[in-house]
């Protein structure tokens, strides 16, 4: 069995890596091949390019790595087309994985994508990409089968592997201790993002807000958990050149743990929000799109969605506070982060039980139901070809 799956960055690898696991079960001689990060990579995928090269957001964002994409995903089609995988799966990168996934599934294999876009928030003219590009949408989030159960494209819910891994009321004395923390602290966990066009339009004003806030509560400690070298040092630069004084532990990856030893958290908004949830964090989310790719979004009326984090979404009401773009102002997180802790203990509590039950919902063993749909889809091609030879 000769499986073609491709993630395009940090949380798609992760998802990607536990996908291949479940697979194995099924196909304990199964070989993987595509792109990946080291996640996917310890668990047996053959990388054919680093997964850096596809990680990369908005319009104009994209522009100059645009060429050294379309020539990357030719090469993948033109190999896969001459030498057929069993079975394709795109995790998530849409935007590179569709086409690929629409080439290779009127080819004749079977084709898979893991990880609906964001079409509840924004850009839904992507479902016309979606319809007739592959056998099966495997769908993270219940709310999204509706989308396509209309446009009659079959899509499958099986929950969030994240909500699988991540156990409920994770202990913050046993992380605090795991990273060496003060247990009686306040700690503010910053998460400014794992893209360095993130890091570019978000890292000025985290350090401007935890300068605000070291200045104003000097007995909180402020965590910064950063996903790579290349990441850390754009940080590191920004905050000596912003705040040299300002006292932040930086930590390498870590963010999981760094979430469940915080007691707020200000992240950018993403997977992490999501993970911060199911940690069971208080959170304040913000983004901040170029400004062209901004422009674009509000001129098209591309941004559909009453929220654009994933906990409020889920929800259907403001559970996280939310910035984007302008409203991303220093002044503005501190308001936000200062009023979440000044609020009763028994909002808190409320908070904290809603953040339950949607990681009940989303508990679906994910990445063994995920793996079952795609064995049955492999199971029906092979009676399907067998059926016509037997004609």
């Not at 935890?210 to 965590?223: E, G, M, S, T, Y």
């Not at 203990?345 to 990681?359: D, T, Y």
Request: proline share 5%; net charge positive.
């Amino acid at each position: 069995m000769r499986i073609a799956i491709i993630a395009g960055e940090a949380s798609g690898d992760i998802l990607g890596s536990r996908l291949m696991a479940s697979l194995k079960k099924r196909y304990p001689e199964a070989r993987f091949e595509g792109i990946g990060g080291t996640e996917m990579q310890q668990a047996g995928l053959d990388s054919i390019y680093p997964m850096e090269r596809l990680s990369v957001m908005g319009v104009f964002e994209v522009l100059p790595r645009l060429f050294e994409l379309l020539k990357i995903r030719k090469t993948l089609i033109q190999r896969w087309l001459q030498n057929p995988p069993e079975l394709f799966v795109g995790v998530d990168a849409p935007d590179f994985n569709f086409k690929l996934e629409r080439t290779l599934f009127h080819s004749g294999i079977p084709t898979a994508h893991y990880v609906s876009p964001n079409l509840w928030a924004w850009r839904q003219g992507r479902i016309k990409k979606i319809m007739g590009s592959m056998d099966v949408m495997l769908v993270l989030l219940p709310f999204e089968l509706e989308l396509y159960k209309k446009h009659q494209v079959n899509a499958e819910f099986v929950g969030h592997p994240l909500a699988d891994e991540i156990p409920f009321n994770l202990s913050r004395a046993e992380a605090r201790e795991t990273l060496g923390l003060p247990v009686q602290r306040h700690t503010l966990a910053i998460l400014p993002g794992s893209r360095m066009s993130e890091i570019k339009y978000l890292a000025d004003d985290f350090i401007k807000a935890a300068k605000i806030l070291q200045q104003r509560h000097p007995d909180w400690q402020f965590v910064v958990p950063l996903i790579n070298e290349k990441v850390k040092a754009l940080f590191v630069e920004k905050q000596q050149r912003i705040a040299p004084e300002l006292s932040l532990k930086i930590i390498d990856g870590e963010s999981r743990t760094v979430m469940a030893a915080s007691d707020q958290i200000l992240l950018a908004s993403g997977t992490a929000v999501l993970e911060g949830m199911l940690i069971a964090r208080p959170m304040v989310a913000a983004y901040r799109f170029a400004p062209m790719t901004a422009f674009i979004f509000r001129l098209f009326k591309m941004m559909k969605a009453k929220y654009f984090t994933l906990p409020n979404n889920l929800a259907n009401e403001c559970l996280v506070p939310e910035l984007l773009q302008e409203q991303v102002t220093a002044q503005n997180l501190v308001n936000e982060i200062e009023q979440q802790h000044n609020q009763p203990e028994q909002e808190k509590q409320v908070l904290m039980r809603r953040f339950n039950e949607i990681h009940q919902t989303l508990r679906q063993n994910a990445s063994e139901k995920a793996a079952d749909v795609l064995y049955k889809l492999l199971q029906n091609k092979a009676k399907q070809g067998k059926a016509k030879q037997d004609r």
